[in-house]
């Protein structure tokens, strides 16, 4: 980070960048600080360099975020930015990922050929799922105890880890899900303890309600707060993706995919397609206003749709990159604007709103607008509380 400083340009950027770095040393005995903390200031660094557009900067950011959160292995990051080392590259982890890479295609050779000795018939589409398949169990291999040295992959341990996985990041607030995912699916015991405790399934969904139900009366009492920022908002439905709608399966980290633009919270549907969520501020926004006899919405409804559109239209001309860099489609990419909570901002009643919305978004084909009290009145339902 220290090099990335000297190399930034703009003092704002340089200033958000020494934040962090201040921060990474503000431990007790000269330990180093990590978290939360140290992501949020490293994406406000990142947010600064990409309004200045110094992209190398933007990378860089990114590189390290990436090694916070464990997508980026420390021997890339060292290898890439040669950070303890001078001269030739690294041997020894050439030579590991060599052999690594001719093991597993030796193994994916022996695997082929079993499919097909099973299923003569077999498509190359059935081929390639299969594949994919042991691929994601791979992750979740383990070393039976009962026979010393050699290792197995168990059919199905990633479905199941994905799921607990969802469990624990949404119905029940725990430190590290994945981590506990992986430890319960590699315990023959606790898969065991989850397949056949219909109580303890009982448990688990009575524990998702009762936190969705204190998520979405904290996510309502910001949206009632004539004080409450948009980032304070944002910072809880990131948290709460199922507020949406269960057509979403979660949000995805990366806010900037087009350069110049930062979606608020894009939300990933089941197929794999991408929802951009534009938020606007719940209290005190104009929605609708009189014209000629009828509510129509106001030019701040319209400009928030103009901003989404803009959103869109930069994520078509960029969809291939995009689906290359991170694996999310944009070509169907939709939009939703939140704005405006109907509680005394306007003169009209709360149906004239949503009726003056619900005219607005029939003439609209990839972009839908509502009130955070819809949203929330409608997730009320979801839970079965209202």
Not at 154 to 162: F, N, Q, S
Not at 298 to 317: C, K, P, R
């Given at each position: 980070?220290?090099?990335?400083?000297?190399?930034?340009?703009?003092?704002?950027?340089k200033a958000?960048?020494?934040?962090?770095?201040?921060?990474?040393?503000?431990?007790?005995?000269?330990?180093?600080?990590?978290?939360?903390?140290?992501?949020?200031?490293?994406?406000?660094?990142?947010?600064?360099?990409?309004?200045?557009?110094?992209?190398?900067?933007?990378?860089?950011?990114?590189?390290?975020?990436?090694?916070?959160?464990?997508?980026?292995?420390?021997?890339?990051?060292?290898?890439?930015?040669?950070?303890?080392?001078?001269?030739?590259?690294?041997?020894?982890?050439?030579?590991?990922?060599?052999?690594?890479?001719?093991?597993?295609?030796?193994?994916?050779?022996?695997?082929?050929?079993?499919?097909?000795?099973?299923?003569?018939?077999?498509?190359?589409?059935?081929?390639?799922?299969q594949?994919?398949?042991?691929?994601?169990?791979?992750?979740?291999?383990?070393?039976?105890?009962?026979r010393?040295?050699?290792?197995?992959?168990?059919?199905?341990?990633?479905?199941?880890?994905?799921?607990l996985?969802?469990?624990?990041?949404?119905?029940?607030?725990?430190?590290?899900?994945?981590?506990?995912?992986?430890?319960?699916?590699?315990?023959?015991d606790?898969?065991?303890?989850?397949?056949?405790?219909?109580?303890?399934?009982?448990?688990?969904?009575?524990?998702?309600?009762?936190?969705?139900?204190?998520?979405?009366?904290?996510?309502?009492?910001?949206?009632?707060?004539?004080?409450?920022?948009?980032?304070?908002?944002?910072?809880?439905?990131?948290?709460?993706?199922?507020?949406?709608?269960?057509?979403?399966?979660?949000?995805?980290?990366?806010?900037?995919?087009?350069p110049?633009?930062?979606?608020?919270?894009?939300?990933?549907?089941?197929?794999?397609?991408?929802?951009?969520?534009?938020?606007?501020?719940?209290?005190?926004?104009?929605?609708?206003?009189?014209?000629?006899?009828?509510?129509?919405?106001?030019?701040?409804?319209?400009?928030?749709?103009?901003?989404?559109?803009?959103?869109?239209?930069?994520?078509?001309?960029?969809?291939?990159?995009?689906?290359e860099?991170?694996?999310?489609?944009?070509r169907?990419?939709?939009?939703?604007?939140?704005?405006?909570?109907?509680?005394?901002?306007?003169?009209?009643?709360?149906?004239?709103?949503?009726?003056?919305?619900?005219?607005?978004?029939?003439?609209?084909?990839?972009i839908?607008?509502?009130?955070?009290?819809?949203?929330?009145?409608?997730?009320?339902?979801?839970?079965?509380?209202?």
């Open positions: 980070m220290e090099k990335v400083e000297e190399r930034a340009v703009d003092p704002d950027v958000a960048i020494a934040d962090a770095i201040r921060y990474l040393h503000s431990g007790r005995s000269q330990k180093r600080r990590g978290g939360r903390e140290l992501v949020r200031l490293l994406e406000i660094a990142r947010l600064r360099a990409s309004e200045e557009s110094e992209w190398h900067v933007v990378r860089q950011v990114q590189d390290s975020l990436d090694y916070l959160d464990g997508s980026l292995l420390r021997p890339d990051f060292e290898e890439y930015y040669r950070i303890h080392q001078d001269g030739p590259r690294n041997e020894l982890n050439r030579d590991y990922v060599a052999h690594t890479f001719a093991a597993v295609y030796h193994f994916l050779e022996w695997h082929y050929r079993k499919i097909l000795e099973n299923r003569q018939t077999a498509t190359v589409d059935e081929v390639l799922q594949l994919i398949d042991l691929s994601n169990d791979g992750r979740f291999v383990d070393a039976p105890a009962e010393p040295g050699r290792y197995r992959i168990v059919r199905g341990r990633a479905e199941m880890a994905l799921w996985e969802r469990v624990l990041r949404y119905r029940i607030e725990v430190e590290d899900p994945a981590g506990d995912s992986l430890r319960i699916v590699s315990s023959p606790a898969i065991a303890v989850l397949a056949d405790d219909e109580d303890g399934l009982a448990l688990l969904r009575a524990a998702e309600l009762k936190r969705q139900a204190e998520s979405l009366a904290e996510v309502r009492r910001i949206a009632e707060d004539p004080d409450a920022t948009e980032h304070a908002m944002q910072t809880k439905l990131q948290e709460q993706p199922w507020i949406f709608g269960g057509r979403f399966v979660g949000t995805d980290a990366r806010r900037r995919l087009v110049g633009d930062e979606i608020d919270i894009p939300l990933i549907r089941a197929d794999g397609s991408l929802h951009v969520v534009e938020l606007k501020r719940s209290r005190g926004a104009s929605i609708v206003k009189r014209h000629r006899n009828a509510w129509v919405p106001t030019a701040e409804v319209h400009d928030a749709v103009s901003q989404v559109v803009n959103y869109l239209v930069g994520l078509d001309e960029h969809r291939q990159r995009i689906y860099e991170f694996g999310i489609e944009t169907r990419a939709s939009g939703l604007v939140l704005i405006g909570y109907p509680a005394g901002d306007t003169d009209a009643a709360e149906e004239d709103v949503n009726e003056a919305l619900r005219l607005f978004n029939a003439h609209l084909s990839r839908e607008v509502m009130t955070y009290k819809d949203l929330l009145d409608n997730a009320d339902r979801a839970l079965g509380w209202t």
